[in-house]
C-alpha cells in the first residue's frame, strides 16, 4: 500500500505537532514539581527523611532571698524511640525487657505516650540510669531507631525541708493537656504539679527547642547530627523567693523525724515568708520521672502522720488559746472590757454555765484576774465570760471581719478555707447541728478556740502579723506581692501595744511559757493547747500552739513572726519551746534552755 506525498508531509506535521505537546507539557509538569513547588516538595521530602526530636527547656530555678537555690537542674538521660506503629512499640518493648527489666507501668505509660503524640519519639525511659545508658549503647546495632538524650532533670538539694511550698514537677498527664492545649504543652513535657513549682509554671517553664535525625524508609536513624539546623531550647526565667534557706533548715532540723505538724516564719512588716514546713515532709525529688508505687503507698497509707497532707497550708485544726487574743481584740473594738476590768466571776478552775461546769485548764484556777492577767495565763474562765459578754453574733461577725473565715491569699495552690462561723450565726449553726440542736453554749468554746473554728497554721500567722503592726495585716507572699495591706483591727496603736505587752507576760515569770524565754529578746506570744478530739487509753490527745512576736519590747519594730502546731504534741509549751528556738536562730540570739526540754 502507497502513500501520497501529500499524506505522508501531513502525518508528519501532526505527529510532530503531538510530540511537541507532550514535550510542552512534561516541561510545563517539570516546571511546576522543580520550581514553582519546590519548597513545597522539599518539606515533603524532608519530612519522609527527618524526624524531629523535642529538646526539653531548663526549668528556671528558684532561688531563696539571698539567691541561694532552692530548685535548680542537673543533666539526665531520656531514652526514646521513633516508631510508626502501637505493634512495632510493643515488640521493640519486648526486646529491650529481655535487657533492662520494666515495669507493666512503664510500658503502659509508653503506649499512652504514643497514642498522645505518634509524631514524637515515644518516651521509655524518660529518667534513665547510667548503667541503663552503657547497656542500651552496648546493644545499640539491634534498635537502630533508638534516641538517647541528653535533659534537664530537676532536683531540690534540701529535699524534705522544702515540700510545703516548692512543689514538684512531673510528666503532663491527659487533663492537664486537655486544659492547656492552647498554651503550647505537648505529650511528655515536665509540668509544676503543686507548690510554687505550679503556681509560677509559666514563669519557670521555658521553650521547649528541636532537634533533627535523618532516617531511611524502614525508620532506621541514619545521621543524628546534622541534618537540618537545631532550633535552640529557651531556659524557663529564675523565681527568687524571700525564704531564708538557713532559717529554713534551722526549723526542718527542729522537727527531724519526730515531731508532726508545721511551722511559719513571716515578716510582719512585707508578709514576706522566711520559712515554712510541714512535717513529716516528703522528698519533691522522689516524684520526678514518676513516684514509685511503693513509695507512695507507704505514704498515703500513714493515716497517723499524714505526710500527703501539707499541714501549714492544708490542715485545719482548732487553735485553741492562741485566738484569745482575737477575743480580746474584738471585746476592745465592742468596748466590752478594758485593761483593768475583772470578770465577775474568778477563776476557781471552772466556769459554771446552765447545768455544766466548763473548767480551766488549771484545776487550781487563777483567782480574779484582768485582760492582762488573763492573756499571761490563759485564763479559760475569764474568757468563757468574755466572750458571754461580747455575744455570739458579735464574736463571729468580729472573727469574719479579722480573716478567720478566709483564706490568706497566698501565691501558693490548693490553701484551705478555715471554718468559722458566718453570719448570720443561727443560720451557720442550724446547718452544722441541725435546728435546735444547739445553745448559746457554743459562745463559751469559740472564746477559747475551740468548737466550730478550725485554722490554717497559715492563717494564724497572719492575724499575728497584724498584731506586730498597726493592726494592719500584710498579704502573705513567697514570690510576688503587690505589697498591699489591710486594717482590720479597728483599734488604736496604743491599744494594740497594749495587747503585745500583755503577750510579754507569756514569757515572763509565772505565764505559761516563761521556760521558753531567751535573755535579752523580749518576745510577745501566745501558748495554745487544743482538744483534738483523738484518745488513747481513754486520755485526749491534745495540740500544742505558739504564736510569738519578736522583738516585741517598748519602741522596738517587729522582725518576724513565727506560729507553730504540733499535732497531738500536748501542751502548748512544747510549741513554745521550738518557736522561741527559731527566733532565736533568726536574730542571732543564743537562748538559755535546751531544746531536750520540751515539757
Not at 497514642?115 to 552503657?134: E, G, L, M, W
Not at 521555658?206 to 529557651?234: C, H, T, W, Y
Not at 442550724?430 to 466550730?452: C, F, Y
Not at 522582725?559 to 518557736?579: Q, S
Request: net charge neutral; hydrophobic share 40%.
Amino acid at each position: 500500500m502507497s502513500f501520497h506525498p501529500n499524506d505522508i508531509a501531513r502525518r508528519g506535521r501532526n505527529a510532530s505537532i503531538i510530540v511537541s505537546g507532550v514535550i510542552v507539557v512534561l516541561l510545563g509538569a517539570f516546571f511546576r514539581t522543580q520550581v514553582l513547588n519546590h519548597s513545597q516538595w522539599v518539606m515533603q521530602s524532608e519530612d519522609n527523611r527527618l524526624r524531629q526530636v523535642p529538646i526539653p527547656a531548663p526549668r528556671g530555678m528558684i532561688l531563696d532571698r539571698a539567691g541561694e537555690v532552692i530548685a535548680e537542674n542537673s543533666v539526665s538521660y531520656d531514652v526514646s524511640m521513633l516508631v510508626k506503629s502501637r505493634a512495632e512499640l510493643l515488640e521493640t518493648l519486648d526486646q529491650l525487657g529481655e535487657l533492662i527489666p520494666m515495669s507493666r507501668k512503664a510500658r503502659e505509660d509508653a503506649v499512652k505516650r504514643l497514642a498522645r503524640d505518634p509524631a514524637r519519639p515515644v518516651s521509655i525511659f524518660p529518667d534513665a540510669s547510667f548503667d541503663q545508658i552503657a547497656v542500651l549503647e552496648e546493644h545499640r546495632p539491634d534498635f537502630p531507631a533508638l534516641i538517647i538524650s541528653p535533659t534537664p532533670r530537676r532536683v531540690y538539694p534540701d529535699g524534705k525541708a522544702l515540700w510545703a511550698f516548692v512543689g514538684y514537677t512531673s510528666e503532663i498527664n491527659e487533663q492537664e493537656l486537655s486544659t492547656l492545649a492552647d498554651s503550647g504543652y505537648r505529650p511528655g513535657q515536665q509540668i509544676g504539679k503543686s507548690g510554687l513549682e505550679k503556681q509560677y509554671e509559666s514563669v519557670l517553664r521555658g521553650r521547649e527547642g528541636s532537634r533533627f535525625v535523618e532516617v531511611d524508609a524502614k525508620n532506621r536513624i541514619m545521621r543524628e547530627q546534622g541534618a537540618r539546623p537545631d532550633l535552640l531550647a529557651a531556659a524557663g526565667k529564675d523565681l527568687k523567693t524571700t525564704i531564708d534557706m538557713d532559717l529554713q533548715r534551722f526549723v526542718y532540723n527542729l522537727f527531724a523525724d519526730s515531731l508532726t505538724g508545721a511551722a511559719v516564719a513571716l515578716d510582719p512588716t512585707t508578709g514576706g515568708i522566711l520559712a515554712m514546713l510541714s512535717a513529716p515532709g516528703v522528698d519533691p525529688n522522689r516524684w520526678i520521672g514518676g513516684i514509685s508505687p511503693g513509695y507512695f503507698d507507704s505514704l498515703r497509707t500513714d493515716t497517723l502522720r499524714r505526710p500527703l497532707v501539707n499541714k501549714a497550708l492544708q490542715g485545719s485544726y482548732p487553735p485553741g488559746s492562741t485566738f484569745k487574743l482575737a477575743t480580746s481584740v474584738i471585746a476592745l473594738e465592742d468596748s466590752a472590757v478594758t485593761w483593768t476590768e475583772h470578770m465577775p466571776q474568778p477563776c476557781t478552775g471552772s466556769y459554771y454555765f446552765g447545768n455544766r461546769a466548763w473548767r480551766c485548764w488549771a484545776p487550781a484556777g487563777h483567782g480574779s484576774l484582768d485582760l492582762a492577767g488573763a492573756i499571761a495565763k490563759s485564763c479559760d474562765v475569764y474568757f468563757y465570760q468574755l466572750g458571754m459578754k461580747i455575744t455570739l453574733e458579735r464574736l463571729s461577725a468580729g472573727g469574719v471581719d479579722l480573716g478567720f473565715a478566709t483564706r490568706t491569699g497566698i501565691d501558693l495552690p490548693q490553701e484551705r478555707r478555715p471554718d468559722f462561723p458566718t453570719s448570720p450565726v443561727a443560720a451557720y449553726m442550724d446547718a452544722k447541728h441541725g435546728k435546735g440542736g444547739w445553745t448559746r453554749a457554743v459562745t463559751l468554746n469559740l472564746a477559747i478556740g475551740q468548737g466550730e473554728n478550725s485554722q490554717t497554721v497559715l492563717n494564724m500567722a497572719r492575724f499575728y502579723a497584724a498584731l506586730a503592726s498597726d493592726g494592719s495585716e500584710p498579704t502573705l507572699h513567697i514570690a510576688q506581692t503587690t505589697g498591699a495591706r489591710k486594717k482590720v483591727m479597728n483599734l488604736p496603736q496604743d491599744q494594740i501595744d497594749h495587747l503585745r505587752e500583755a503577750m510579754l507576760g507569756v514569757l515572763s515569770a509565772g505565764g505559761t511559757a516563761a521556760a521558753s524565754a531567751i535573755e535579752g529578746v523580749a518576745i510577745a506570744g501566745k501558748t495554745g493547747t487544743a482538744q483534738s478530739g483523738r484518745f488513747v487509753n481513754s486520755t485526749e490527745l491534745n495540740h500544742a500552739w505558739f504564736a510569738g512576736i519578736a522583738p516585741a519590747g517598748k519602741g522596738q519594730t517587729p522582725k518576724i513572726v513565727v506560729v507553730v502546731f504540733l499535732e497531738y504534741g500536748g501542751h502548748g509549751t512544747r510549741a513554745a519551746h521550738i518557736a522561741s528556738a527559731i527566733i532565736g536562730h533568726y536574730l542571732k540570739t543564743k537562748t538559755v534552755w535546751q531544746l531536750g526540754d520540751q515539757g
